[in-house]
């Protein structure tokens, strides 16, 4: 069993930054994918980032790539998303995800594990 609970959301101005973390509990941390999505009310969860156990590779979606950047620190069991240059349509709440795989999923069905969520909200 993994928890998950994450920080950082916030109300920002377009341009903007800000760095999401999402803190996991038990002592195998290292043992999963982790990954970030977000959505909006009305519409289907997407997938924003990912980082495989290593901490070596990334995947993100089109819409973030060279703005948004998810990283790892095993030593505190925890997942970062540095998300720079934000835009209103970044709007949206933002889910960390644990997924028990040794490769990169970029699906939500794929994940093992969610936290509740923190609101981002960008003004124009």
């Known amino acids: 069993q993994v928890q998950l609970v994450e920080s950082g959301g916030g109300l920002v101005q377009a341009g903007g930054s800000l760095r999401l973390s999402c803190a996991a509990s038990?002592?195998?941390?290292?043992?999963?994918?982790m990954g970030w999505f977000r959505q909006v009310p009305g519409k289907e969860r997407e997938f924003v980032a990912a980082i495989d156990r290593t901490g070596f590779n990334t995947y993100y979606a089109d819409s973030v790539k060279g703005r948004f950047t998810i990283s790892r620190d095993s030593a505190k069991n925890t997942v970062y998303l540095q998300m720079n240059n934000l835009k209103p349509e970044d709007t949206a709440l933002y889910y960390c995800?644990?997924?028990?795989?040794?490769?990169?999923?970029?699906?939500?069905?794929?994940?093992?594990?969610w936290g509740q969520g923190t609101q981002v909200t960008i003004s124009s």
């Open positions: 038990g002592r195998t941390f290292s043992s999963y994918t």
């Open positions: 995800a644990a997924a028990a795989t040794r490769w990169v999923p970029t699906r939500d069905g794929s994940y093992d594990y």
